[in-house]
């Protein structure tokens, strides 16, 4: 492949995914020279590496994709209110075709190090097959969920059967039928993958560390009239995203759990408990998040209809967590994924009880029993929102390390700049509104596309944060977790992974407050001229 020369472009962009994608349209508009570095044969970014049986939106399908183009709202039509993942990615291949973006994307290029050079004032980038690039801007689009991580467990390169990481699943076809299958993990991907194997295969071990409170997903086909709908109701939709909590279509209710009586509350968990999506976890009184007695009351609804699914009660038991509240971690939705337990070819073991000592040759040993297996799959999640990061090796102004800057946690001011890193912007970085993921890659994008449109005309070449600005968004964001149950308990959004030398210490790694008051204070700095940033 002819190599370019390496100072011919204005912007480097890591990833094609959903965030790499639009950023390449947008800064296309600015008439920039722009390339994208993949590290997979396609586009894609989560829904590509994420082939796992049974991966899907757990968002509505139409609330998801890109709002950008009337024409692409227009032609594309979901098949299902909770798409699956090879419809998503023939999705985003979809619109990459369609707006021609290929040609400005080098896939099988792996990101290894990113370092600014202060003599020229550009970013040197370098893949892990050797070719170097240099921009004026280097944009992250690496997502905060993309850097798997496989258990600290000894043997795991020993096993003679098939094992895969749910995030990084063969691209051909994989067959449970007459195969015993062990699956280690019950986050959202170990319930989405355990329902899904469940249906046709042999016999099913899950290995269960910590269960998670679990809702229907309540999905189904989208009907000709639906769809109508759907199409015709777009700029409501959008509209509403943009003023919910979490740009989900539910936000929550703004009556308080104990302020309605009983019997109405109960009535409200059950109406709740049968929509489709995230209502019981977004749609829910305004408090179960930050009130104890409020988060019991829904956790003990949540456990009654776990028992109610689950035949064998010492396995329902189990199943319940009883060291976080219902919604104090991500909620994963299901469908019939308790039912799976009542099935006689599936086993839960809990390793709390009997922890797993070692994968052999022929399957894993736990302290009490050994199991053969001709499958395990690792759906043991991410070194989520700083690990992605941290697997580049990013130096910025004399040479500092960005995983040593954030050694004590992540600071950035509003998500998007690190003090120290020149015209590095973070798409969906630490501290940014997540909530639903596409709803605010959009407006992260605009925003960082309307400051470089603004160096453009105003000439400047360069834009770092001012470490006061830095300093203050931080304390701002912690500040704004304070309170909220969930950043008592360690999961991927508190920064904990024991799958990962020294992130077992709770940080602060995500914006908490609401995604309209985000966008308020991003629209702010941009009105008064970005005076937070050093631009020269």
Same mark, same amino acid.
């Given at each position: 492949?002819?190599?370019?020369?390496?100072?011919?472009?204005?912007?480097?962009?890591?990833?094609?995914?959903?965030?790499?994608?639009?950023?390449?349209?947008?800064?296309?508009?600015?008439?920039?020279?722009?390339?994208?570095?993949?590290?997979?044969?396609?586009?894609?970014?989560?829904?590509?590496?994420?082939?796992?049986?049974?991966?899907?939106?757990?968002?509505?399908?139409?609330?998801?994709?890109?709002?950008?183009?009337?024409?692409?709202?227009?032609?594309?039509?979901?098949?299902?209110?909770?798409?699956?993942?090879?419809?998503?990615?023939?999705?985003?291949?979809?619109?990459?075709?369609?707006?021609?973006?290929?040609?400005?994307?080098?896939?099988?290029?792996?990101?290894?190090?990113?370092?600014?050079?202060?003599?020229?004032?550009?970013?040197?980038?370098?893949?892990?097959?050797?070719?170097?690039?240099?921009?004026?801007?280097?944009?992250?689009?690496?997502?905060?969920?993309?850097?798997?991580?496989?258990?600290?467990?000894?043997?795991?390169?020993?096993?003679?059967?098939?094992?895969?990481?749910?995030?990084?699943?063969?691209?051909?076809?994989?067959?449970?039928?007459?195969?015993?299958?062990?699956?280690?993990?019950?986050?959202?991907?170990?319930?989405?993958?355990?329902?899904?194997?469940?249906?046709?295969?042999?016999?099913?071990?899950?290995?269960?560390?910590?269960?998670?409170?679990?809702?229907?997903?309540?999905?189904?086909?989208?009907?000709?009239?639906?769809?109508?709908?759907?199409?015709?109701?777009?700029?409501?939709?959008?509209?509403?995203?943009?003023?919910?909590?979490?740009?989900?279509?539910?936000?929550?209710?703004?009556?308080?759990?104990?302020?309605?009586?009983?019997?109405?509350?109960?009535?409200?968990?059950?109406?709740?408990?049968?929509?489709?999506?995230?209502?019981?976890?977004?749609?829910?009184?305004?408090?179960?998040?930050?009130?104890?007695?409020?988060?019991?009351?829904?956790?003990?609804?949540?456990?009654?209809?776990?028992?109610?699914?689950?035949?064998?009660?010492?396995?329902?038991?189990?199943?319940?967590?009883?060291?976080?509240?219902?919604?104090?971690?991500?909620?994963?939705?299901?469908?019939?994924?308790?039912?799976?337990?009542?099935?006689?070819?599936?086993?839960?073991?809990?390793?709390?009880?009997?922890?797993?000592?070692?994968?052999?040759?022929?399957?894993?040993?736990?302290?009490?029993?050994?199991?053969?297996?001709?499958?395990?799959?690792?759906?043991?999640?991410?070194?989520?929102?700083?690990?992605?990061?941290?697997?580049?090796?990013?130096?910025?102004?004399?040479?500092?390390?960005?995983?040593?800057?954030?050694?004590?946690?992540?600071?950035?001011?509003?998500?998007?700049?690190?003090?120290?890193?020149?015209?590095?912007?973070?798409?969906?970085?630490?501290?940014?509104?997540?909530?639903?993921?596409?709803?605010?890659?959009?407006?992260?994008?605009?925003?960082?596309?309307?400051? =470089?449109?603004?160096?453009?005309?105003?000439?400047?070449?360069?834009?770092? +944060? #001012?470490?006061? &600005? /830095? !300093? $203050?968004?931080?304390?701002?964001?912690?500040?704004?977790?304070?309170?909220?149950?969930?950043?008592?308990?360690?999961?991927?959004?508190?920064?904990?992974?024991?799958?990962?030398?020294?992130?077992?210490?709770? =940080?602060?790694?995500?914006?908490?407050?609401?995604?309209?008051?985000?966008? +308020? #204070?991003?629209? &702010? /700095? !941009? $009105?008064?001229?970005?005076?937070?940033?050093?631009?020269?």
């Amino acid at each position: 492949m002819e190599q370019r020369d390496p100072l011919d472009y204005d912007a480097l962009v890591i990833g094609a995914g959903i965030s790499g994608l639009y950023q390449l349209y947008r800064l296309r508009e600015l008439g920039l020279r722009v390339r994208v570095l993949e590290a997979g044969s396609g586009v894609g970014g989560t829904w590509y590496w994420n082939r796992y049986p049974g991966a899907r939106f757990d968002s509505e399908s139409y609330s998801y994709g890109y709002s950008f183009s009337q024409e692409l709202l227009d032609e594309w039509s979901w098949s299902e209110h909770f798409a699956p993942q090879p419809e998503t990615l023939r999705y985003l291949n979809y619109v990459a075709d369609k707006f021609d973006l290929r040609r400005d994307i080098t896939f099988h290029s792996r990101v290894g190090a990113a370092h600014y050079r202060e003599d020229s004032g550009q970013w040197d980038v370098t893949v892990e097959h050797g070719s170097r690039y240099r921009a004026r801007f280097l944009i992250t689009a690496i997502g905060p969920l993309s850097a798997p991580t496989l258990p600290r467990i000894e043997g795991v390169e020993t096993f003679q059967g098939s094992s895969f990481h749910t995030a990084r699943w063969p691209h051909e076809p994989v067959g449970f039928a007459g195969k015993r299958v062990a699956v280690i993990g019950t986050g959202a991907t170990g319930v989405q993958t355990i329902q899904e194997v469940a249906k046709t295969v042999g016999h099913l071990t899950v290995f269960q560390r910590t269960p998670n409170w679990c809702a229907p997903l309540h999905n189904g086909p989208i009907d000709a009239e639906t769809q109508r709908r759907i199409k015709a109701g777009y700029p409501e939709m959008f509209a509403r995203c943009r003023e919910t909590f979490a740009c989900f279509l539910h936000t929550p209710d703004p009556r308080g759990t104990f302020e309605v009586a009983p019997q109405e509350r109960e009535a409200f968990f059950e109406k709740l408990y049968a929509e489709r999506g995230f209502g019981i976890w977004q749609g829910n009184f305004r408090d179960i998040l930050t009130d104890r007695a409020a988060n019991a009351a829904v956790s003990d609804f949540v456990a009654r209809k776990i028992r109610q699914r689950v035949k064998d009660q010492a396995v329902a038991e189990k199943l319940i967590p009883k060291n976080h509240g219902f919604g104090t971690r991500r909620v994963p939705l299901e469908t019939k994924y308790y039912e799976a337990y009542n099935q006689p070819n599936v086993r839960l073991v809990d390793i709390t009880e009997t922890p797993i000592e070692r994968i052999t040759p022929k399957g894993l040993k736990t302290s009490d029993a050994e199991y053969e297996f001709d499958i395990i799959i690792y759906a043991t999640g991410f070194d989520a929102i700083t690990g992605s990061f941290d697997r580049i090796d990013m130096r910025g102004l004399g040479g500092q390390k960005l995983k040593d800057k954030w050694a004590n946690g992540p600071q950035t001011f509003l998500g998007v700049k690190v003090e120290g890193f020149p015209n590095m912007f973070m798409l969906m970085g630490p501290h940014t509104a997540l909530g639903n993921i596409p709803r605010s890659i959009e407006y992260n994008v605009d925003w960082v596309t309307g400051l =470089i449109r603004y160096m453009q005309e105003h000439k400047l070449s360069r834009a770092d +944060a #001012r470490p006061e &600005a /830095v !300093a $203050a968004w931080t304390d701002h964001v912690k500040a704004l977790g304070e309170g909220l149950l969930s950043n008592e308990v360690n999961s991927w959004m508190t920064g904990i992974n024991t799958n990962v030398e020294g992130k077992q210490t709770r =940080i602060i790694a995500r914006y908490s407050g609401s995604a309209p008051a985000y966008r +308020a #204070r991003c629209d &702010a /700095v !941009a $009105a008064n001229g970005y005076r937070e940033l050093v631009l020269a």
